[in-house]
């Protein structure tokens, strides 16, 4: 394969735009007092906006796995004692947490999937639009790269990540062109193998289901969403609310089936009488997605679906 020499160059944190800030914002907050998670912490934007919301005796935890997040976040927010940056993932939401806190969290905030300053900087290997090394990690605490996932995984694992995960048609072709073209060293040579194979009408589309199918395995975002969910349910108080953004089906379905009935076949239990037995319950019936004003300027936000939920009374897992 044609190999080019590679420049990569160091960049500032890329702000990124909070999506359905307001909405999400006003979904959250029931007690201006409370004590209140943002989850996926990124350059602080909903954080931010947040804390406008609090009293003097309200309190935020930020959550991030990202240095680079957690740096920039914590110099857009400044000095404000009522806010508490952790270093972690969110699929350890309890480990996470002080001990003290459990039972008494008033909100989380989840805005799930990729950040504006990952995509853009070349050197962390989400984009095909950026070339950089296969990597792909959202911050130190990953383990697998996406080096590792296309240089190593066997035909039908790396098959069944870029079909399930990447939700990709072709992954078969895929799949074997990849392996064919081994080693594969850069974001710019999975994007020629890809695109080698492809049908060249839905190529741009087969290139982000390529790239979010590996994403999503390099950080096994799926179990540590549903870990935050189940997690959720020990950290919350009774009328406490989990507010989530996500951005693909792969997602929305996992949140969606949980509100719904606190497990994620969604499928709802009943007790003897036949009444509904849920340790939660959603608080919109219908989805929120941006208004086309906020996708005109934001079109990064156009595929983004909130929704929210509340634990009951006695709600705990």
Same mark, same amino acid.
């Given at each position: 394969?044609?190999?080019?020499?590679? /420049?990569?160059?160091?960049?500032?944190?890329?702000?990124?735009?909070?999506?359905?800030?307001?909405?999400?914002?006003?979904?959250?907050?029931?007690?201006?007092?409370?004590?209140?998670?943002?989850?996926?912490?990124?350059?602080? +934007?909903? =954080?931010?906006?947040?804390?406008?919301?609090?009293?003097?005796?309200?309190?935020?935890?930020?959550?991030?796995?990202?240095?680079?997040?957690?740096?920039?976040?914590?110099?857009?927010?400044?000095?404000?004692?009522?806010?508490?940056?952790?270093?972690?993932?969110?699929?350890?939401?309890?480990?996470?947490?002080?001990?003290?806190?459990?039972?008494?969290?008033?909100?989380?905030?989840?805005?799930?999937?990729?950040?504006?300053?990952?995509?853009?900087?070349?050197?962390?290997?989400?984009?095909?639009?950026?070339?950089?090394?296969?990597?792909?990690?959202? +911050?130190?605490?990953?383990?697998?790269?996406?080096?590792?996932?296309?240089?190593?995984?066997?035909?039908?694992?790396?098959?069944?990540?870029?079909?399930?995960?990447?939700?990709?048609?072709?992954?078969?072709?895929?799949?074997?062109?990849?392996?064919?073209?081994?080693?594969?060293?850069?974001?710019?040579?999975?994007?020629?193998? /890809? =695109?080698?194979?492809?049908?060249?009408?839905?190529? /741009?589309?087969?290139?982000?289901?390529?790239?979010?199918?590996?994403?999503?395995?390099?950080?096994?975002?799926?179990?540590?969403?549903?870990?935050?969910?189940?997690?959720?349910?020990?950290?919350?108080?009774?009328?406490?609310?989990? /507010?989530?953004?996500?951005?693909?089906?792969?997602?929305?379905?996992?949140?969606?089936?949980?509100?719904?009935?606190?497990?994620?076949?969604?499928?709802?239990?009943?007790?003897?009488?036949?009444?509904?037995?849920?340790?939660?319950?959603?608080?919109?019936?219908?989805?929120?997605?941006?208004?086309?004003?906020?996708?005109?300027?934001?079109?990064?936000?156009?595929?983004?679906?909130?929704?929210?939920?509340?634990?009951?009374?006695?709600?705990?897992?």
């Amino acid at each position: 394969m044609n190999r080019k020499p590679m /420049v990569l160059e160091m960049t500032t944190y890329h702000q990124h735009i909070p999506v359905l800030l307001n909405e999400s914002v006003e979904g959250l907050i029931t007690d201006k007092d409370g004590l209140y998670i943002d989850g996926t912490l990124g350059g602080g +934007g909903h =954080s931010k906006e947040i804390l406008k919301h609090l009293g003097e005796n309200g309190r935020l935890y930020g959550i991030d796995q990202d240095d680079e997040a957690l740096e920039a976040a914590s110099s857009n927010i400044g000095d404000d004692p009522r806010f508490t940056p952790i270093k972690g993932n969110f699929g350890y939401l309890s480990t996470l947490l002080p001990p003290q806190t459990h039972g008494q969290v008033a909100g989380i905030l989840l805005d799930l999937g990729v950040s504006t300053h990952q995509i853009k900087e070349a050197e962390r290997g989400f984009s095909f639009q950026e070339d950089g090394p296969l990597d792909m990690r959202m +911050g130190n605490l990953s383990g697998v790269s996406a080096y590792q996932v296309v240089n190593e995984y066997e035909y039908e694992k790396l098959r069944d990540v870029i079909f399930h995960y990447g939700e990709e048609k072709q992954s078969r072709q895929i799949a074997r062109a990849i392996i064919e073209n081994r080693p594969i060293e850069t974001t710019g040579e999975l994007q020629s193998v /890809v =695109s080698s194979v492809v049908n060249k009408r839905f190529e /741009v589309k087969s290139l982000a289901r390529v790239f979010q199918g590996i994403r999503i395995e390099v950080n096994r975002e799926l179990d540590m969403l549903k870990r935050v969910m189940e997690e959720s349910l020990e950290v919350l108080k009774p009328g406490g609310r989990i /507010v989530a953004i996500s951005y693909h089906s792969l997602e929305d379905r996992i949140v969606k089936r949980f509100f719904k009935a606190g497990n994620f076949e969604g499928k709802v239990e009943k007790d003897f009488y036949g009444n509904p037995i849920s340790p939660i319950k959603p608080v919109n019936k219908q989805v929120i997605t941006p208004k086309k004003e906020e996708v005109s300027v934001n079109p990064a936000s156009r595929s983004a679906k909130l929704r929210i939920a509340e634990k009951i009374e006695g709600g705990d897992s």
